[in-house]
């Protein structure tokens, strides 16, 4: 079973930077030819939907929900299965659970999409 784990969330003042990491770990998940592909970031403060804040796929593209363009950087380590998001000059409406996500595929064919659990992130004026 693939297992996303989200670190680096937590309480600062407007202004100030996070850094979120997540890791994907494929341990005892042994088909052949299994691939992570698009890795991403989604968030969701309460009573409102779950949104996309950026993602990036197994090449290295990116893209960006129009508020934190400019703000936020998503980068990736293919080679651990790990995403980060570089969060700067963050804003209250920031506020939300971040979730990490990503999709697998096998010998090339979409295999399943898979999310962590969430990691908090709170921005106080």
């Known amino acids: 079973q693939v297992q996303l784990m989200e670190s680096g969330g937590g309480l600062v003042q407007a202004g100030e930077s996070l850094r979120l990491s997540c890791a994907a770990s494929?341990?005892?998940?042994?088909?052949?030819?299994?691939?992570?592909?698009?890795m991403g970031w989604y968030r969701q403060a309460p009573e409102t939907l779950r949104k996309l804040v950026a993602t990036i796929t197994s090449g290295g593209a990116t893209n960006y929900a129009d508020s934190v363009k400019g703000r936020f950087t998503i980068s990736r380590d293919s080679a651990k299965n790990t995403v980060y998001l570089q969060m700067n000059s963050l804003k209250p409406e920031d506020t939300a659970v971040y979730y990490c996500?990503?999709?697998?595929?096998?010998?090339?064919?979409?295999?399943?999409?898979?999310w962590g659990q969430g990691t908090q992130v709170t921005v106080s004026s």
């Open positions: 996500t990503a999709d697998a595929t096998v010998d090339g064919e979409y295999y399943g999409d898979y």
């Open positions: 494929t341990s005892g998940f042994n088909i052949p030819n299994f691939n992570i592909e698009n």
